[in-house]
């Protein structure tokens, strides 16, 4: 009876890791972009240390071949050019290059790059997946690190979404939480200025 119960558990396990990989890749196969994608972004950061939370804002761009674009346009204006060699910082005084692997901005940007490419693999080679919940209306993931540099980073990160990445719920590693929220999705070719940024990190 015990050896029942056991093959019945695994029956199960088996079963719903099937449903599981199967509504991962549903949803992958909706958000998954071939051309350029463009939205706005607000991002809220709450630090144990503060009362408010800091925000800024601006317009994000993601390109599959060329990578992920930051342009911030509150409280100051800059760039972050995210590419899978380089993440280049500009402003109108300086510019600079940041080591990937230490940059919260570079893990997010191949976050969203993983889930806008489709590629499965890469993320589930980067994150452990712990929840799907795929409804005709919207969709979450809920993600806990497997890679060494993002378990530096991060202890959870939760995405959802409707045919675009609406929201990334991120809990840090410093106790603190970090919102970013989409909108206004559009595809249109990229400006000379988009180019001329993604040219930068090349």
């Keep these: 009876m015990k050896k029942f119960f056991v093959l019945m558990n695994l029956v199960m396990l088996s079963l719903f890791s099937f449903s599981y990989a199967d509504d991962l890749t549903d949803i992958l196969d909706i958000i998954s972009v071939k051309n350029n994608v463009q939205a706005d972004f607000i991002q809220e950061k709450k630090l144990s240390q503060l009362n408010k939370p800091m925000i800024s804002s601006g317009r994000f761009v993601y390109n599959p071949q060329k ?7 509150k409280p100051v204006v800059a760039d972050i050019v995210i590419t899978d060699k380089k993440l280049i910082q500009k402003t109108n005084r300086s510019q ?43 969709w979450k993931i809920i993600l806990t690190p497997k890679d060494s540099n993002l378990k530096n980073l991060f202890n959870k990160i939760q995405v959802s979404g409707q045919n675009y990445i609406n929201r990334i719920d991120i809990e840090d590693k410093n106790q603190s939480n970090t919102l970013i929220k989409f909108s206004h999705h559009q595809s249109q070719p ?10 930068m990190a090349q």
Excluded: C, H
């Design 67 to 73: 990578g992920i674009l930051w342009e911030m346009q």
């Design 96 to 138: 600079s290059e940041i080591n990937l692997k230490n940059s919260p901005y570079a893990s997010i940007a191949s976050l969203t790059s993983q889930l806008m490419s489709g590629n499965k693999k890469a993320l589930t080679d980067s994150f452990i997946v712990q929840e799907v919940t795929n409804n005709p209306n919207a």
């Design 190 to 199: 990229l400006t000379s200025r988009e180019n001329e940024l993604f040219q």
